[in-house]
């Protein structure tokens, strides 16, 4: 019986992403911190995963919750949910900072085309974060965004673009699959009122 409900919680923990909040939250971010990078708010960009958290759980309160309910995960569940999110939200934070100082510190490298490349890098250890963040929720949708980010990063390093450039290029695909996503999401499962139990 044990076994059953663990295996039960398994199928609700994936469904429980396929609503595209998630995709939603993490393609806008993408574009915030390409814009803010193209505005030279390179510390604005750095900041944009803190700002986004908090507004998480309001959000699906407003948006996902009336539709299919509230979901409550075992203890043990919630704990690894919170360790996961954590480990994200840090190594998204770290990962950006590191692109940051390469970025900024490329006329330092010898090697030139390290320095060509470096623009990239930002998109591309985004890219990463959303390989892991496929794995912590459970979802293939990420890595289309993991695919959409390297190929950004890639393609943009190789036209000589700037990092802000590549993340907003990438964040519109990103947003543009999130949005089909979050749609589809609406229309499957309509909005319950109050008073229906």
């Known amino acids: 019986m044990l076994e059953n409900l663990g295996n039960i919680e398994k199928r609700v923990y994936r469904a429980f992403w396929d609503d595209g909040l998630l ?97 990239g890098l930002p998109a591309l250890l985004l890219g990463l974060m959303a390989l892991i963040t496929s794995f912590l929720v459970a979802s293939n949708r990420f890595l289309i965004y993991a695919a959409i980010l390297v190929f950004a990063g890639v393609y943009g390093a190789m036209n000589d673009w700037r990092p802000g450039p590549i993340l907003a290029l990438a964040g519109i695909g990103m947003l543009l699959l999130a949005t089909t996503v979050m749609v589809k999401f609406m229309k499957d499962n309509p909005h319950v009122p109050e008073d229906i139990e």
Not at 96 to 112: A, K, M, Q, W
């Open 23 to 119: 995709d939603v939250f993490a393609s806008f971010g993408v574009l915030a911190i390409g814009f803010f990078w193209m505005r030279d708010w390179a510390a604005a960009a750095a900041i944009v995963p803190a700002l986004l958290v908090p507004l998480w759980s309001p959000t699906r309160k407003r948006f996902v919750e009336p539709r299919i309910g509230m979901v409550e995960f075992s203890d043990n569940r919630e704990r690894q949910n919170t360790r996961r999110l954590k480990l994200v939200i840090y190594a998204g934070i770290a990962s950006l900072i590191i692109g940051l100082e390469l970025y900024f510190f490329r006329d330092r490298l010898e090697v030139s085309p390290a320095v060509s490349l470096i623009a």
